[in-house]
């Protein structure tokens, strides 16, 4: 992927100067990226960041003089840039990956362990540097710094269990730039969704109970991943495993969530088309789906299904999405009534749980 005819130009920030190199190396290996800039520590990571006005920054965490995190929570706020951390710590599904991620890092990945993955490894971050090119990333708020946390417990540990509310509900699906995202919306909507929320936002297995327990610790609310059976109830937000479809099903009167499958949908296990089509089916009018920034088309059917049962669709509007890729497919299908930032998707979802059905949420 070129950038204007001219290569995507990339400043390597790591200590190590064999990673240096190797990230050099991995990086020119097919013509479309330049790497313009190798800084050993984030001092010199600045200046080269400052003149040179990269496309995509790659960063390590375990940094002199200022951790890799740290850095990125000022170049997120004071000089946005696309960022994918590349760390021994940034393994997929570690907490430090999930933090970088939280903070605004596009991806994060973790340096080879071995020289037998090292041929792998090229190609990959290759690929994930082509991505975070794409990425449109938001200037942050400085934050306040949130204590990490352990596992989640269970939700009936954390609140008596709430009743169920029939049919009504809300299905979000979201990709790159999600747990940003996802983090932003339930900041702002807090406790006023009476209503359970499923989430289907592409991760890999391990991510997602870390995630879940973060959402938990940072905003109060009951938030962990998707069980099977387990009966939908008010304000329970439910993420899906890593490495498993989640669905809902009718049960009675109400609904019940519905964990299983690992043959990928749409290109993604789980999968956002999975969850919305079983929405469409299981709750129709009764459902809100919201579709947040992401890579690719998942999502995209399922959520035209649930329009076309009568429910009310949303979608992330171009500007404020990391990688508007979902959004935007699923708005020219014709799938999405309006586009919304964060802020007010979150109000609409306030304005979903006072409602009598879909239909009446606007």
């Keep these: 992927m070129m950038r204007g005819g001219r290569p995507i130009r990339v400043v390597v920030?790591?200590?190590s100067s064999l990673m240096r190199a190797m990230i050099r190396s991995a990086l020119s290996g097919e013509g479309d990226i330049e790497v313009v800039g190798l800084a050993a520590h984030v001092g010199e990571g600045r200046e080269m960041i400052r003149n040179l006005d990269p496309d995509v920054i790659t960063l390590d965490v375990e940094m002199p003089g200022m951790s890799g995190l740290d850095?990125?929570?000022k170049i997120m706020?004071?000089?946005p840039t696309p960022v994918v951390m590349v760390s021994s710590l940034t393994a997929r599904g570690t907490e430090t990956a999930l933090e970088a991620l939280s903070i605004g890092a596009v991806d994060a990945i973790a340096k080879p362990d071995s020289p037998q993955a090292t041929a792998a490894w090229g190609p990959l971050l290759r690929d994930v540097v082509r991505v975070a090119?794409?990425?449109?990333?938001?200037r942050r708020a400085v934050r306040a710094p949130v204590a990490r946390a352990a596992a989640a417990p269970p939700a009936s540990a954390r609140r008596p269990a709430a009743a169920p509310t029939g049919r009504r509900m809300v299905a979000i699906g979201a990709s790159t730039g999600g747990v940003g995202a996802l983090g932003q919306l339930f900041q702002v909507l807090g406790r006023r969704c009476a209503l359970p929320i499923l989430i289907t936002q592409h991760m890999p297995?391990?991510?997602?109970?870390r995630f879940a327990g973060r959402l938990a610790t940072e905003t109060g609310l009951d938030v962990a991943e998707g069980r099977d059976g387990e009966i939908m109830r008010a304000g329970m937000i439910r993420i899906a495993p890593g490495d498993r479809h989640m669905t809902v099903a009718r049960s009675g009167a109400g609904l019940i969530v519905q964990v299983g499958g690992t043959e990928p949908v749409s290109g993604h296990c789980p999968s956002v088309d999975r969850l919305f089509h079983s929405v469409a089916q299981a709750a129709g009018?009764?459902?809100?789906?919201?579709?947040?920034?992401?890579?690719?088309?998942?999502?995209a059917d399922g959520l035209l299904a649930m329009r076309q049962a009568g429910a009310r669709c949303l979608g992330q509007s171009p500007d404020s999405c990391v990688v508007y890729g979902m959004p935007k497919a699923a708005m020219q299908l014709g799938a999405v009534a309006e586009?919304?930032?964060?802020?007010?998707?979150?109000?609409?979802?306030?304005a979903q749980g006072s409602a009598g059905s879909a239909r009446h949420a606007m």
């Design 205 to 209: 297995a391990g991510y997602t109970e």
């Design 285 to 299: 009018e009764q459902a809100l789906g919201v579709i947040l920034t992401g890579m690719g088309r998942d999502g």
């Design 71 to 73: 850095f990125l929570e």
């Design 13 to 15: 920030v790591d200590d």
């Design 77 to 79: 706020t004071l000089r």
């Design 133 to 138: 090119a794409a990425a449109r990333v938001q």
């Design 339 to 350: 586009e919304l930032n964060i802020p007010a998707l979150a109000e609409r979802i306030a």
